[in-house]
């Protein structure tokens, strides 16, 4: 068990803000967690889990409490059958190195997640989605530490209470449980899934399709739209697409014909919350500090030495721009702290 105190966050969060933490405490193994929660002078500080910090956004210069930075490492082997095999993934590892792990040993159904930065547990708590595919369809069950009892739990797929870039870690949960780990069910026979429309579009002129094709296909689509955080710091979608009802959908359709919507199973519409930005103008209108990508208005970038604040001040005009011209509510994908 390592920990540091007044330590820096810079490179701990891919927005690059350079926020700072009373203490920072490195939590590699369960035991960790034990020793962690005999510290009652810690325990009584505000605390934040944190994974590869690709989500979150540090609005003070100071964050008065503990970091726990998940270090947990480890992919173990847990059953098969005919159709699938379960893997027990600890929290800390990589997500997207996982993905390459499957790839390797031909495991199926994580290929469409590639390339999103962050943890296996942080993914869990986002229920991170991209190109068609959602976490939710791959998680058995997932084992997290209690700070109020302090012992270990294991929740199914359905206790996790999944929605659209939600759990119950961001709710009922939040700052109660450290993740320690997820166990997936990965598929042993490939079916594609290729109905995203820019995806579908870019495999198109492929006879057969391999899960490396996908994977390849789905890395260059958001290299072209997402920039390199290390280059302008950034958390991927910054808002979620708001959903909206029929009868706003019609309504939407007869004021502003130029916004493109889409329907979803369940009779509700989904609006790309980028292309509100975009027609706002936002693309045009940086700060010194602070901008939306030019490939996607969806995200917005540190543009240098940008402050925390400076980022929420900038999403705060552009909530109330859309607001105003659309009518349409926007809400923060990235988690504000
Ligand atoms: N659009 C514009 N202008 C823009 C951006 C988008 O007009 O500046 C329109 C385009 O017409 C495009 C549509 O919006 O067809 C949707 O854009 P895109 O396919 O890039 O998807 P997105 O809505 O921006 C969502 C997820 C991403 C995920 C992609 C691909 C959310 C909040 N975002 O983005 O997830 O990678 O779809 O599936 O659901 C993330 O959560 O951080 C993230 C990057």
Redesign the pocket.
Known sequence: MIFYTDYSLEGSNTFNIKAKANVFYEVGLREDLDSFVRKRKLMDMPRLVLGNGS?VLFVKKRFKGVVLKNEMKGIEFVSENDDEVLLKVASGEDFDEFIAFCLKKHLHGAE?LSG?PGSVGGAVV?N?????QELRNLVRSVEYFDFDDYEMHTIDNDGCKFG??DSIFKHELLDKTFITSVTFALAKKYVPIVG????QERLSGYAVLTPMLVRRAVLA??FE??PDFKQYGN???????PDITPEEAAKMAKQHPEV?MFEQEDGMF?I????L???CGF?RTPTATVG????????LMNLGGAKGREILEYAKNIKKAVKQRFGVKLEP??VIV
């Open positions: 989500n469409n999103i986002q991170i989605g991209a190109y068609g659209y870039r995203y429309g820019t995806l689509l958001r739209k997402i958390a991927g979608s910054f808002f979620k697409n493109k989904k790309p919350a980028g292309q930005i975009d027609l693309k939306v990508a030019y490939t996607n208005a969806l995200i994908e990235v």
